[in-house]
């Protein structure tokens, strides 16, 4: 389940307790994790996914890598959950571009991303309950 702070995205419930829950982040560390499918929306109204892959520590930026195509993406542009992979509901604010930067060999492109809520100072939370209709 998606868990929101403030106007974003910041984890996602991976434990559940009686009386507690475990949230994973999406600036964790760890590399086996299950990521989140992404979507950049780009001001000609087409949709580039991707999947966050990672947390730049200095910067505060999460990482969108494996994007779909090549499409032009602004500094600015929002970032939402894709709903790909059944997950994440679509549509849930991650974060606006900060930049495009290629990888070392020019092939690929990452996007870097300022989280729309902050992933350090978290006191509330609201965690994304699906349902089905008629449920």
Do not use: F, H, Q, W
Request: negative net charge; without cysteine; aromatic residues 2%.
């Amino acid at each position: 389940m998606p868990v929101m702070a403030g106007s974003g995205l910041i984890g996602r419930v991976v434990e559940v307790n009686r009386t507690n829950a475990k949230v994973e982040m999406l600036s964790t560390a760890n590399k086996s994790s299950d990521r989140i499918a992404a979507a950049v929306e780009t001001k000609g109204d087409k949709e580039v996914n991707g999947i966050i892959t990672g947390y730049d520590e200095k910067s505060g930026d999460l990482i969108l890598g494996e994007l779909n195509t090549d499409t032009d993406i602004k500094k600015g542009d929002d970032v939402v959950t894709s709903g790909l992979g059944g997950m994440t509901p679509k549509g849930l604010l991650i974060g606006k571009v900060a930049s495009v930067k290629k990888d070392d060999y020019g092939l690929a492109n990452s996007v870097y991303l300022t989280p729309a809520a902050s992933l350090n100072d978290v006191t509330v939370v609201t965690v994304i309950s699906r349902t089905i209709a008629g449920d």
